[in-house]
């Protein structure tokens, strides 16, 4: 199935979940095992080496558990203040609508692990800044982010708040703003030059 076909399938609904927001719905691909399939395996395309999975809650727990099933790799969830046993680390996060905290299990990373970390949008930044420092500070060294939608405004929070990192940055994505949609499109400041933002879902 052809990409195009896949981001047809995005709903945009305005004013949700705040006036001003325009909410990017990929429910109708996950309705459809064909759609759904098909995104999961473009997507596992540009993961690199990875030796886990990292899904950010709520959506990117369901494209994590995909990918991580189709990569035959183990998931560990990013999750709401509250859902997790045992002990947790806590780090809140600014959101265009908000604030949140989000909670990983302790040592439940390994020093050196290589990561694909996962969520649908990439909007602000808040809360894909907030989910590196947290697995950076875990140990890993190498850290793929796979979105499936991405905002010029979110990208160049990322930048700007990684550029002196020494963790090895990947962002594979496609961009609501048709300049950013260019398969190949080089993101100066995530890691090295051989960094770049992917036009493919």
């Not at 195009?4 to 719905?25: H, N, S, T, Y």
């Not at 709520?58 to 790799?73: C, E, N, P, S, V």
């Not at 850290?143 to 930048?159: R, Y």
């Amino acid at each position: 199935m052809e990409i195009a076909e896949i981001e047809k399938q995005i709903r945009q609904i305005p004013d949700f979940p705040a006036p001003g927001i325009l909410f990017m719905d990929i429910l109708p691909i996950l309705r459809s095992p064909d759609h759904f399939n098909a995104m999961t395996h473009h997507l596992s395309q540009f993961a690199g080496v990875v030796d886990c999975v990292v899904g950010i809650e709520a959506r990117g727990l369901i494209l994590g558990t995909a990918l991580a099933l189709h990569m035959d790799k183990g998931f560990v969830p990013l999750r709401k203040a509250g859902k997790l046993p045992g002990e947790v680390l806590s780090i809140s996060y600014g959101l265009e609508y908000g604030n949140d905290v989000i909670e990983v299990q302790k040592d439940i990373l390994n020093k050196g692990e290589r990561v694909m970390l996962v969520d649908d949008v990439l909007a602000t930044g808040g809360t894909l800044i907030s989910a590196i420092h947290y697995l950076i500070d875990l140990g890993a060294t190498d850290i793929t982010m796979i979105c499936i939608l991405s905002s010029p405004e979110g990208v160049a929070a990322l930048e700007k708040e990684f550029a002196g990192s020494t963790a090895n940055l990947t962002l594979v994505t496609a961009a609501l703003d048709e300049k950013l949609n260019e398969k190949g499109y080089i993101v100066p400041g995530l890691g090295d030059a051989g960094d770049r933002l992917y036009g493919v879902v």
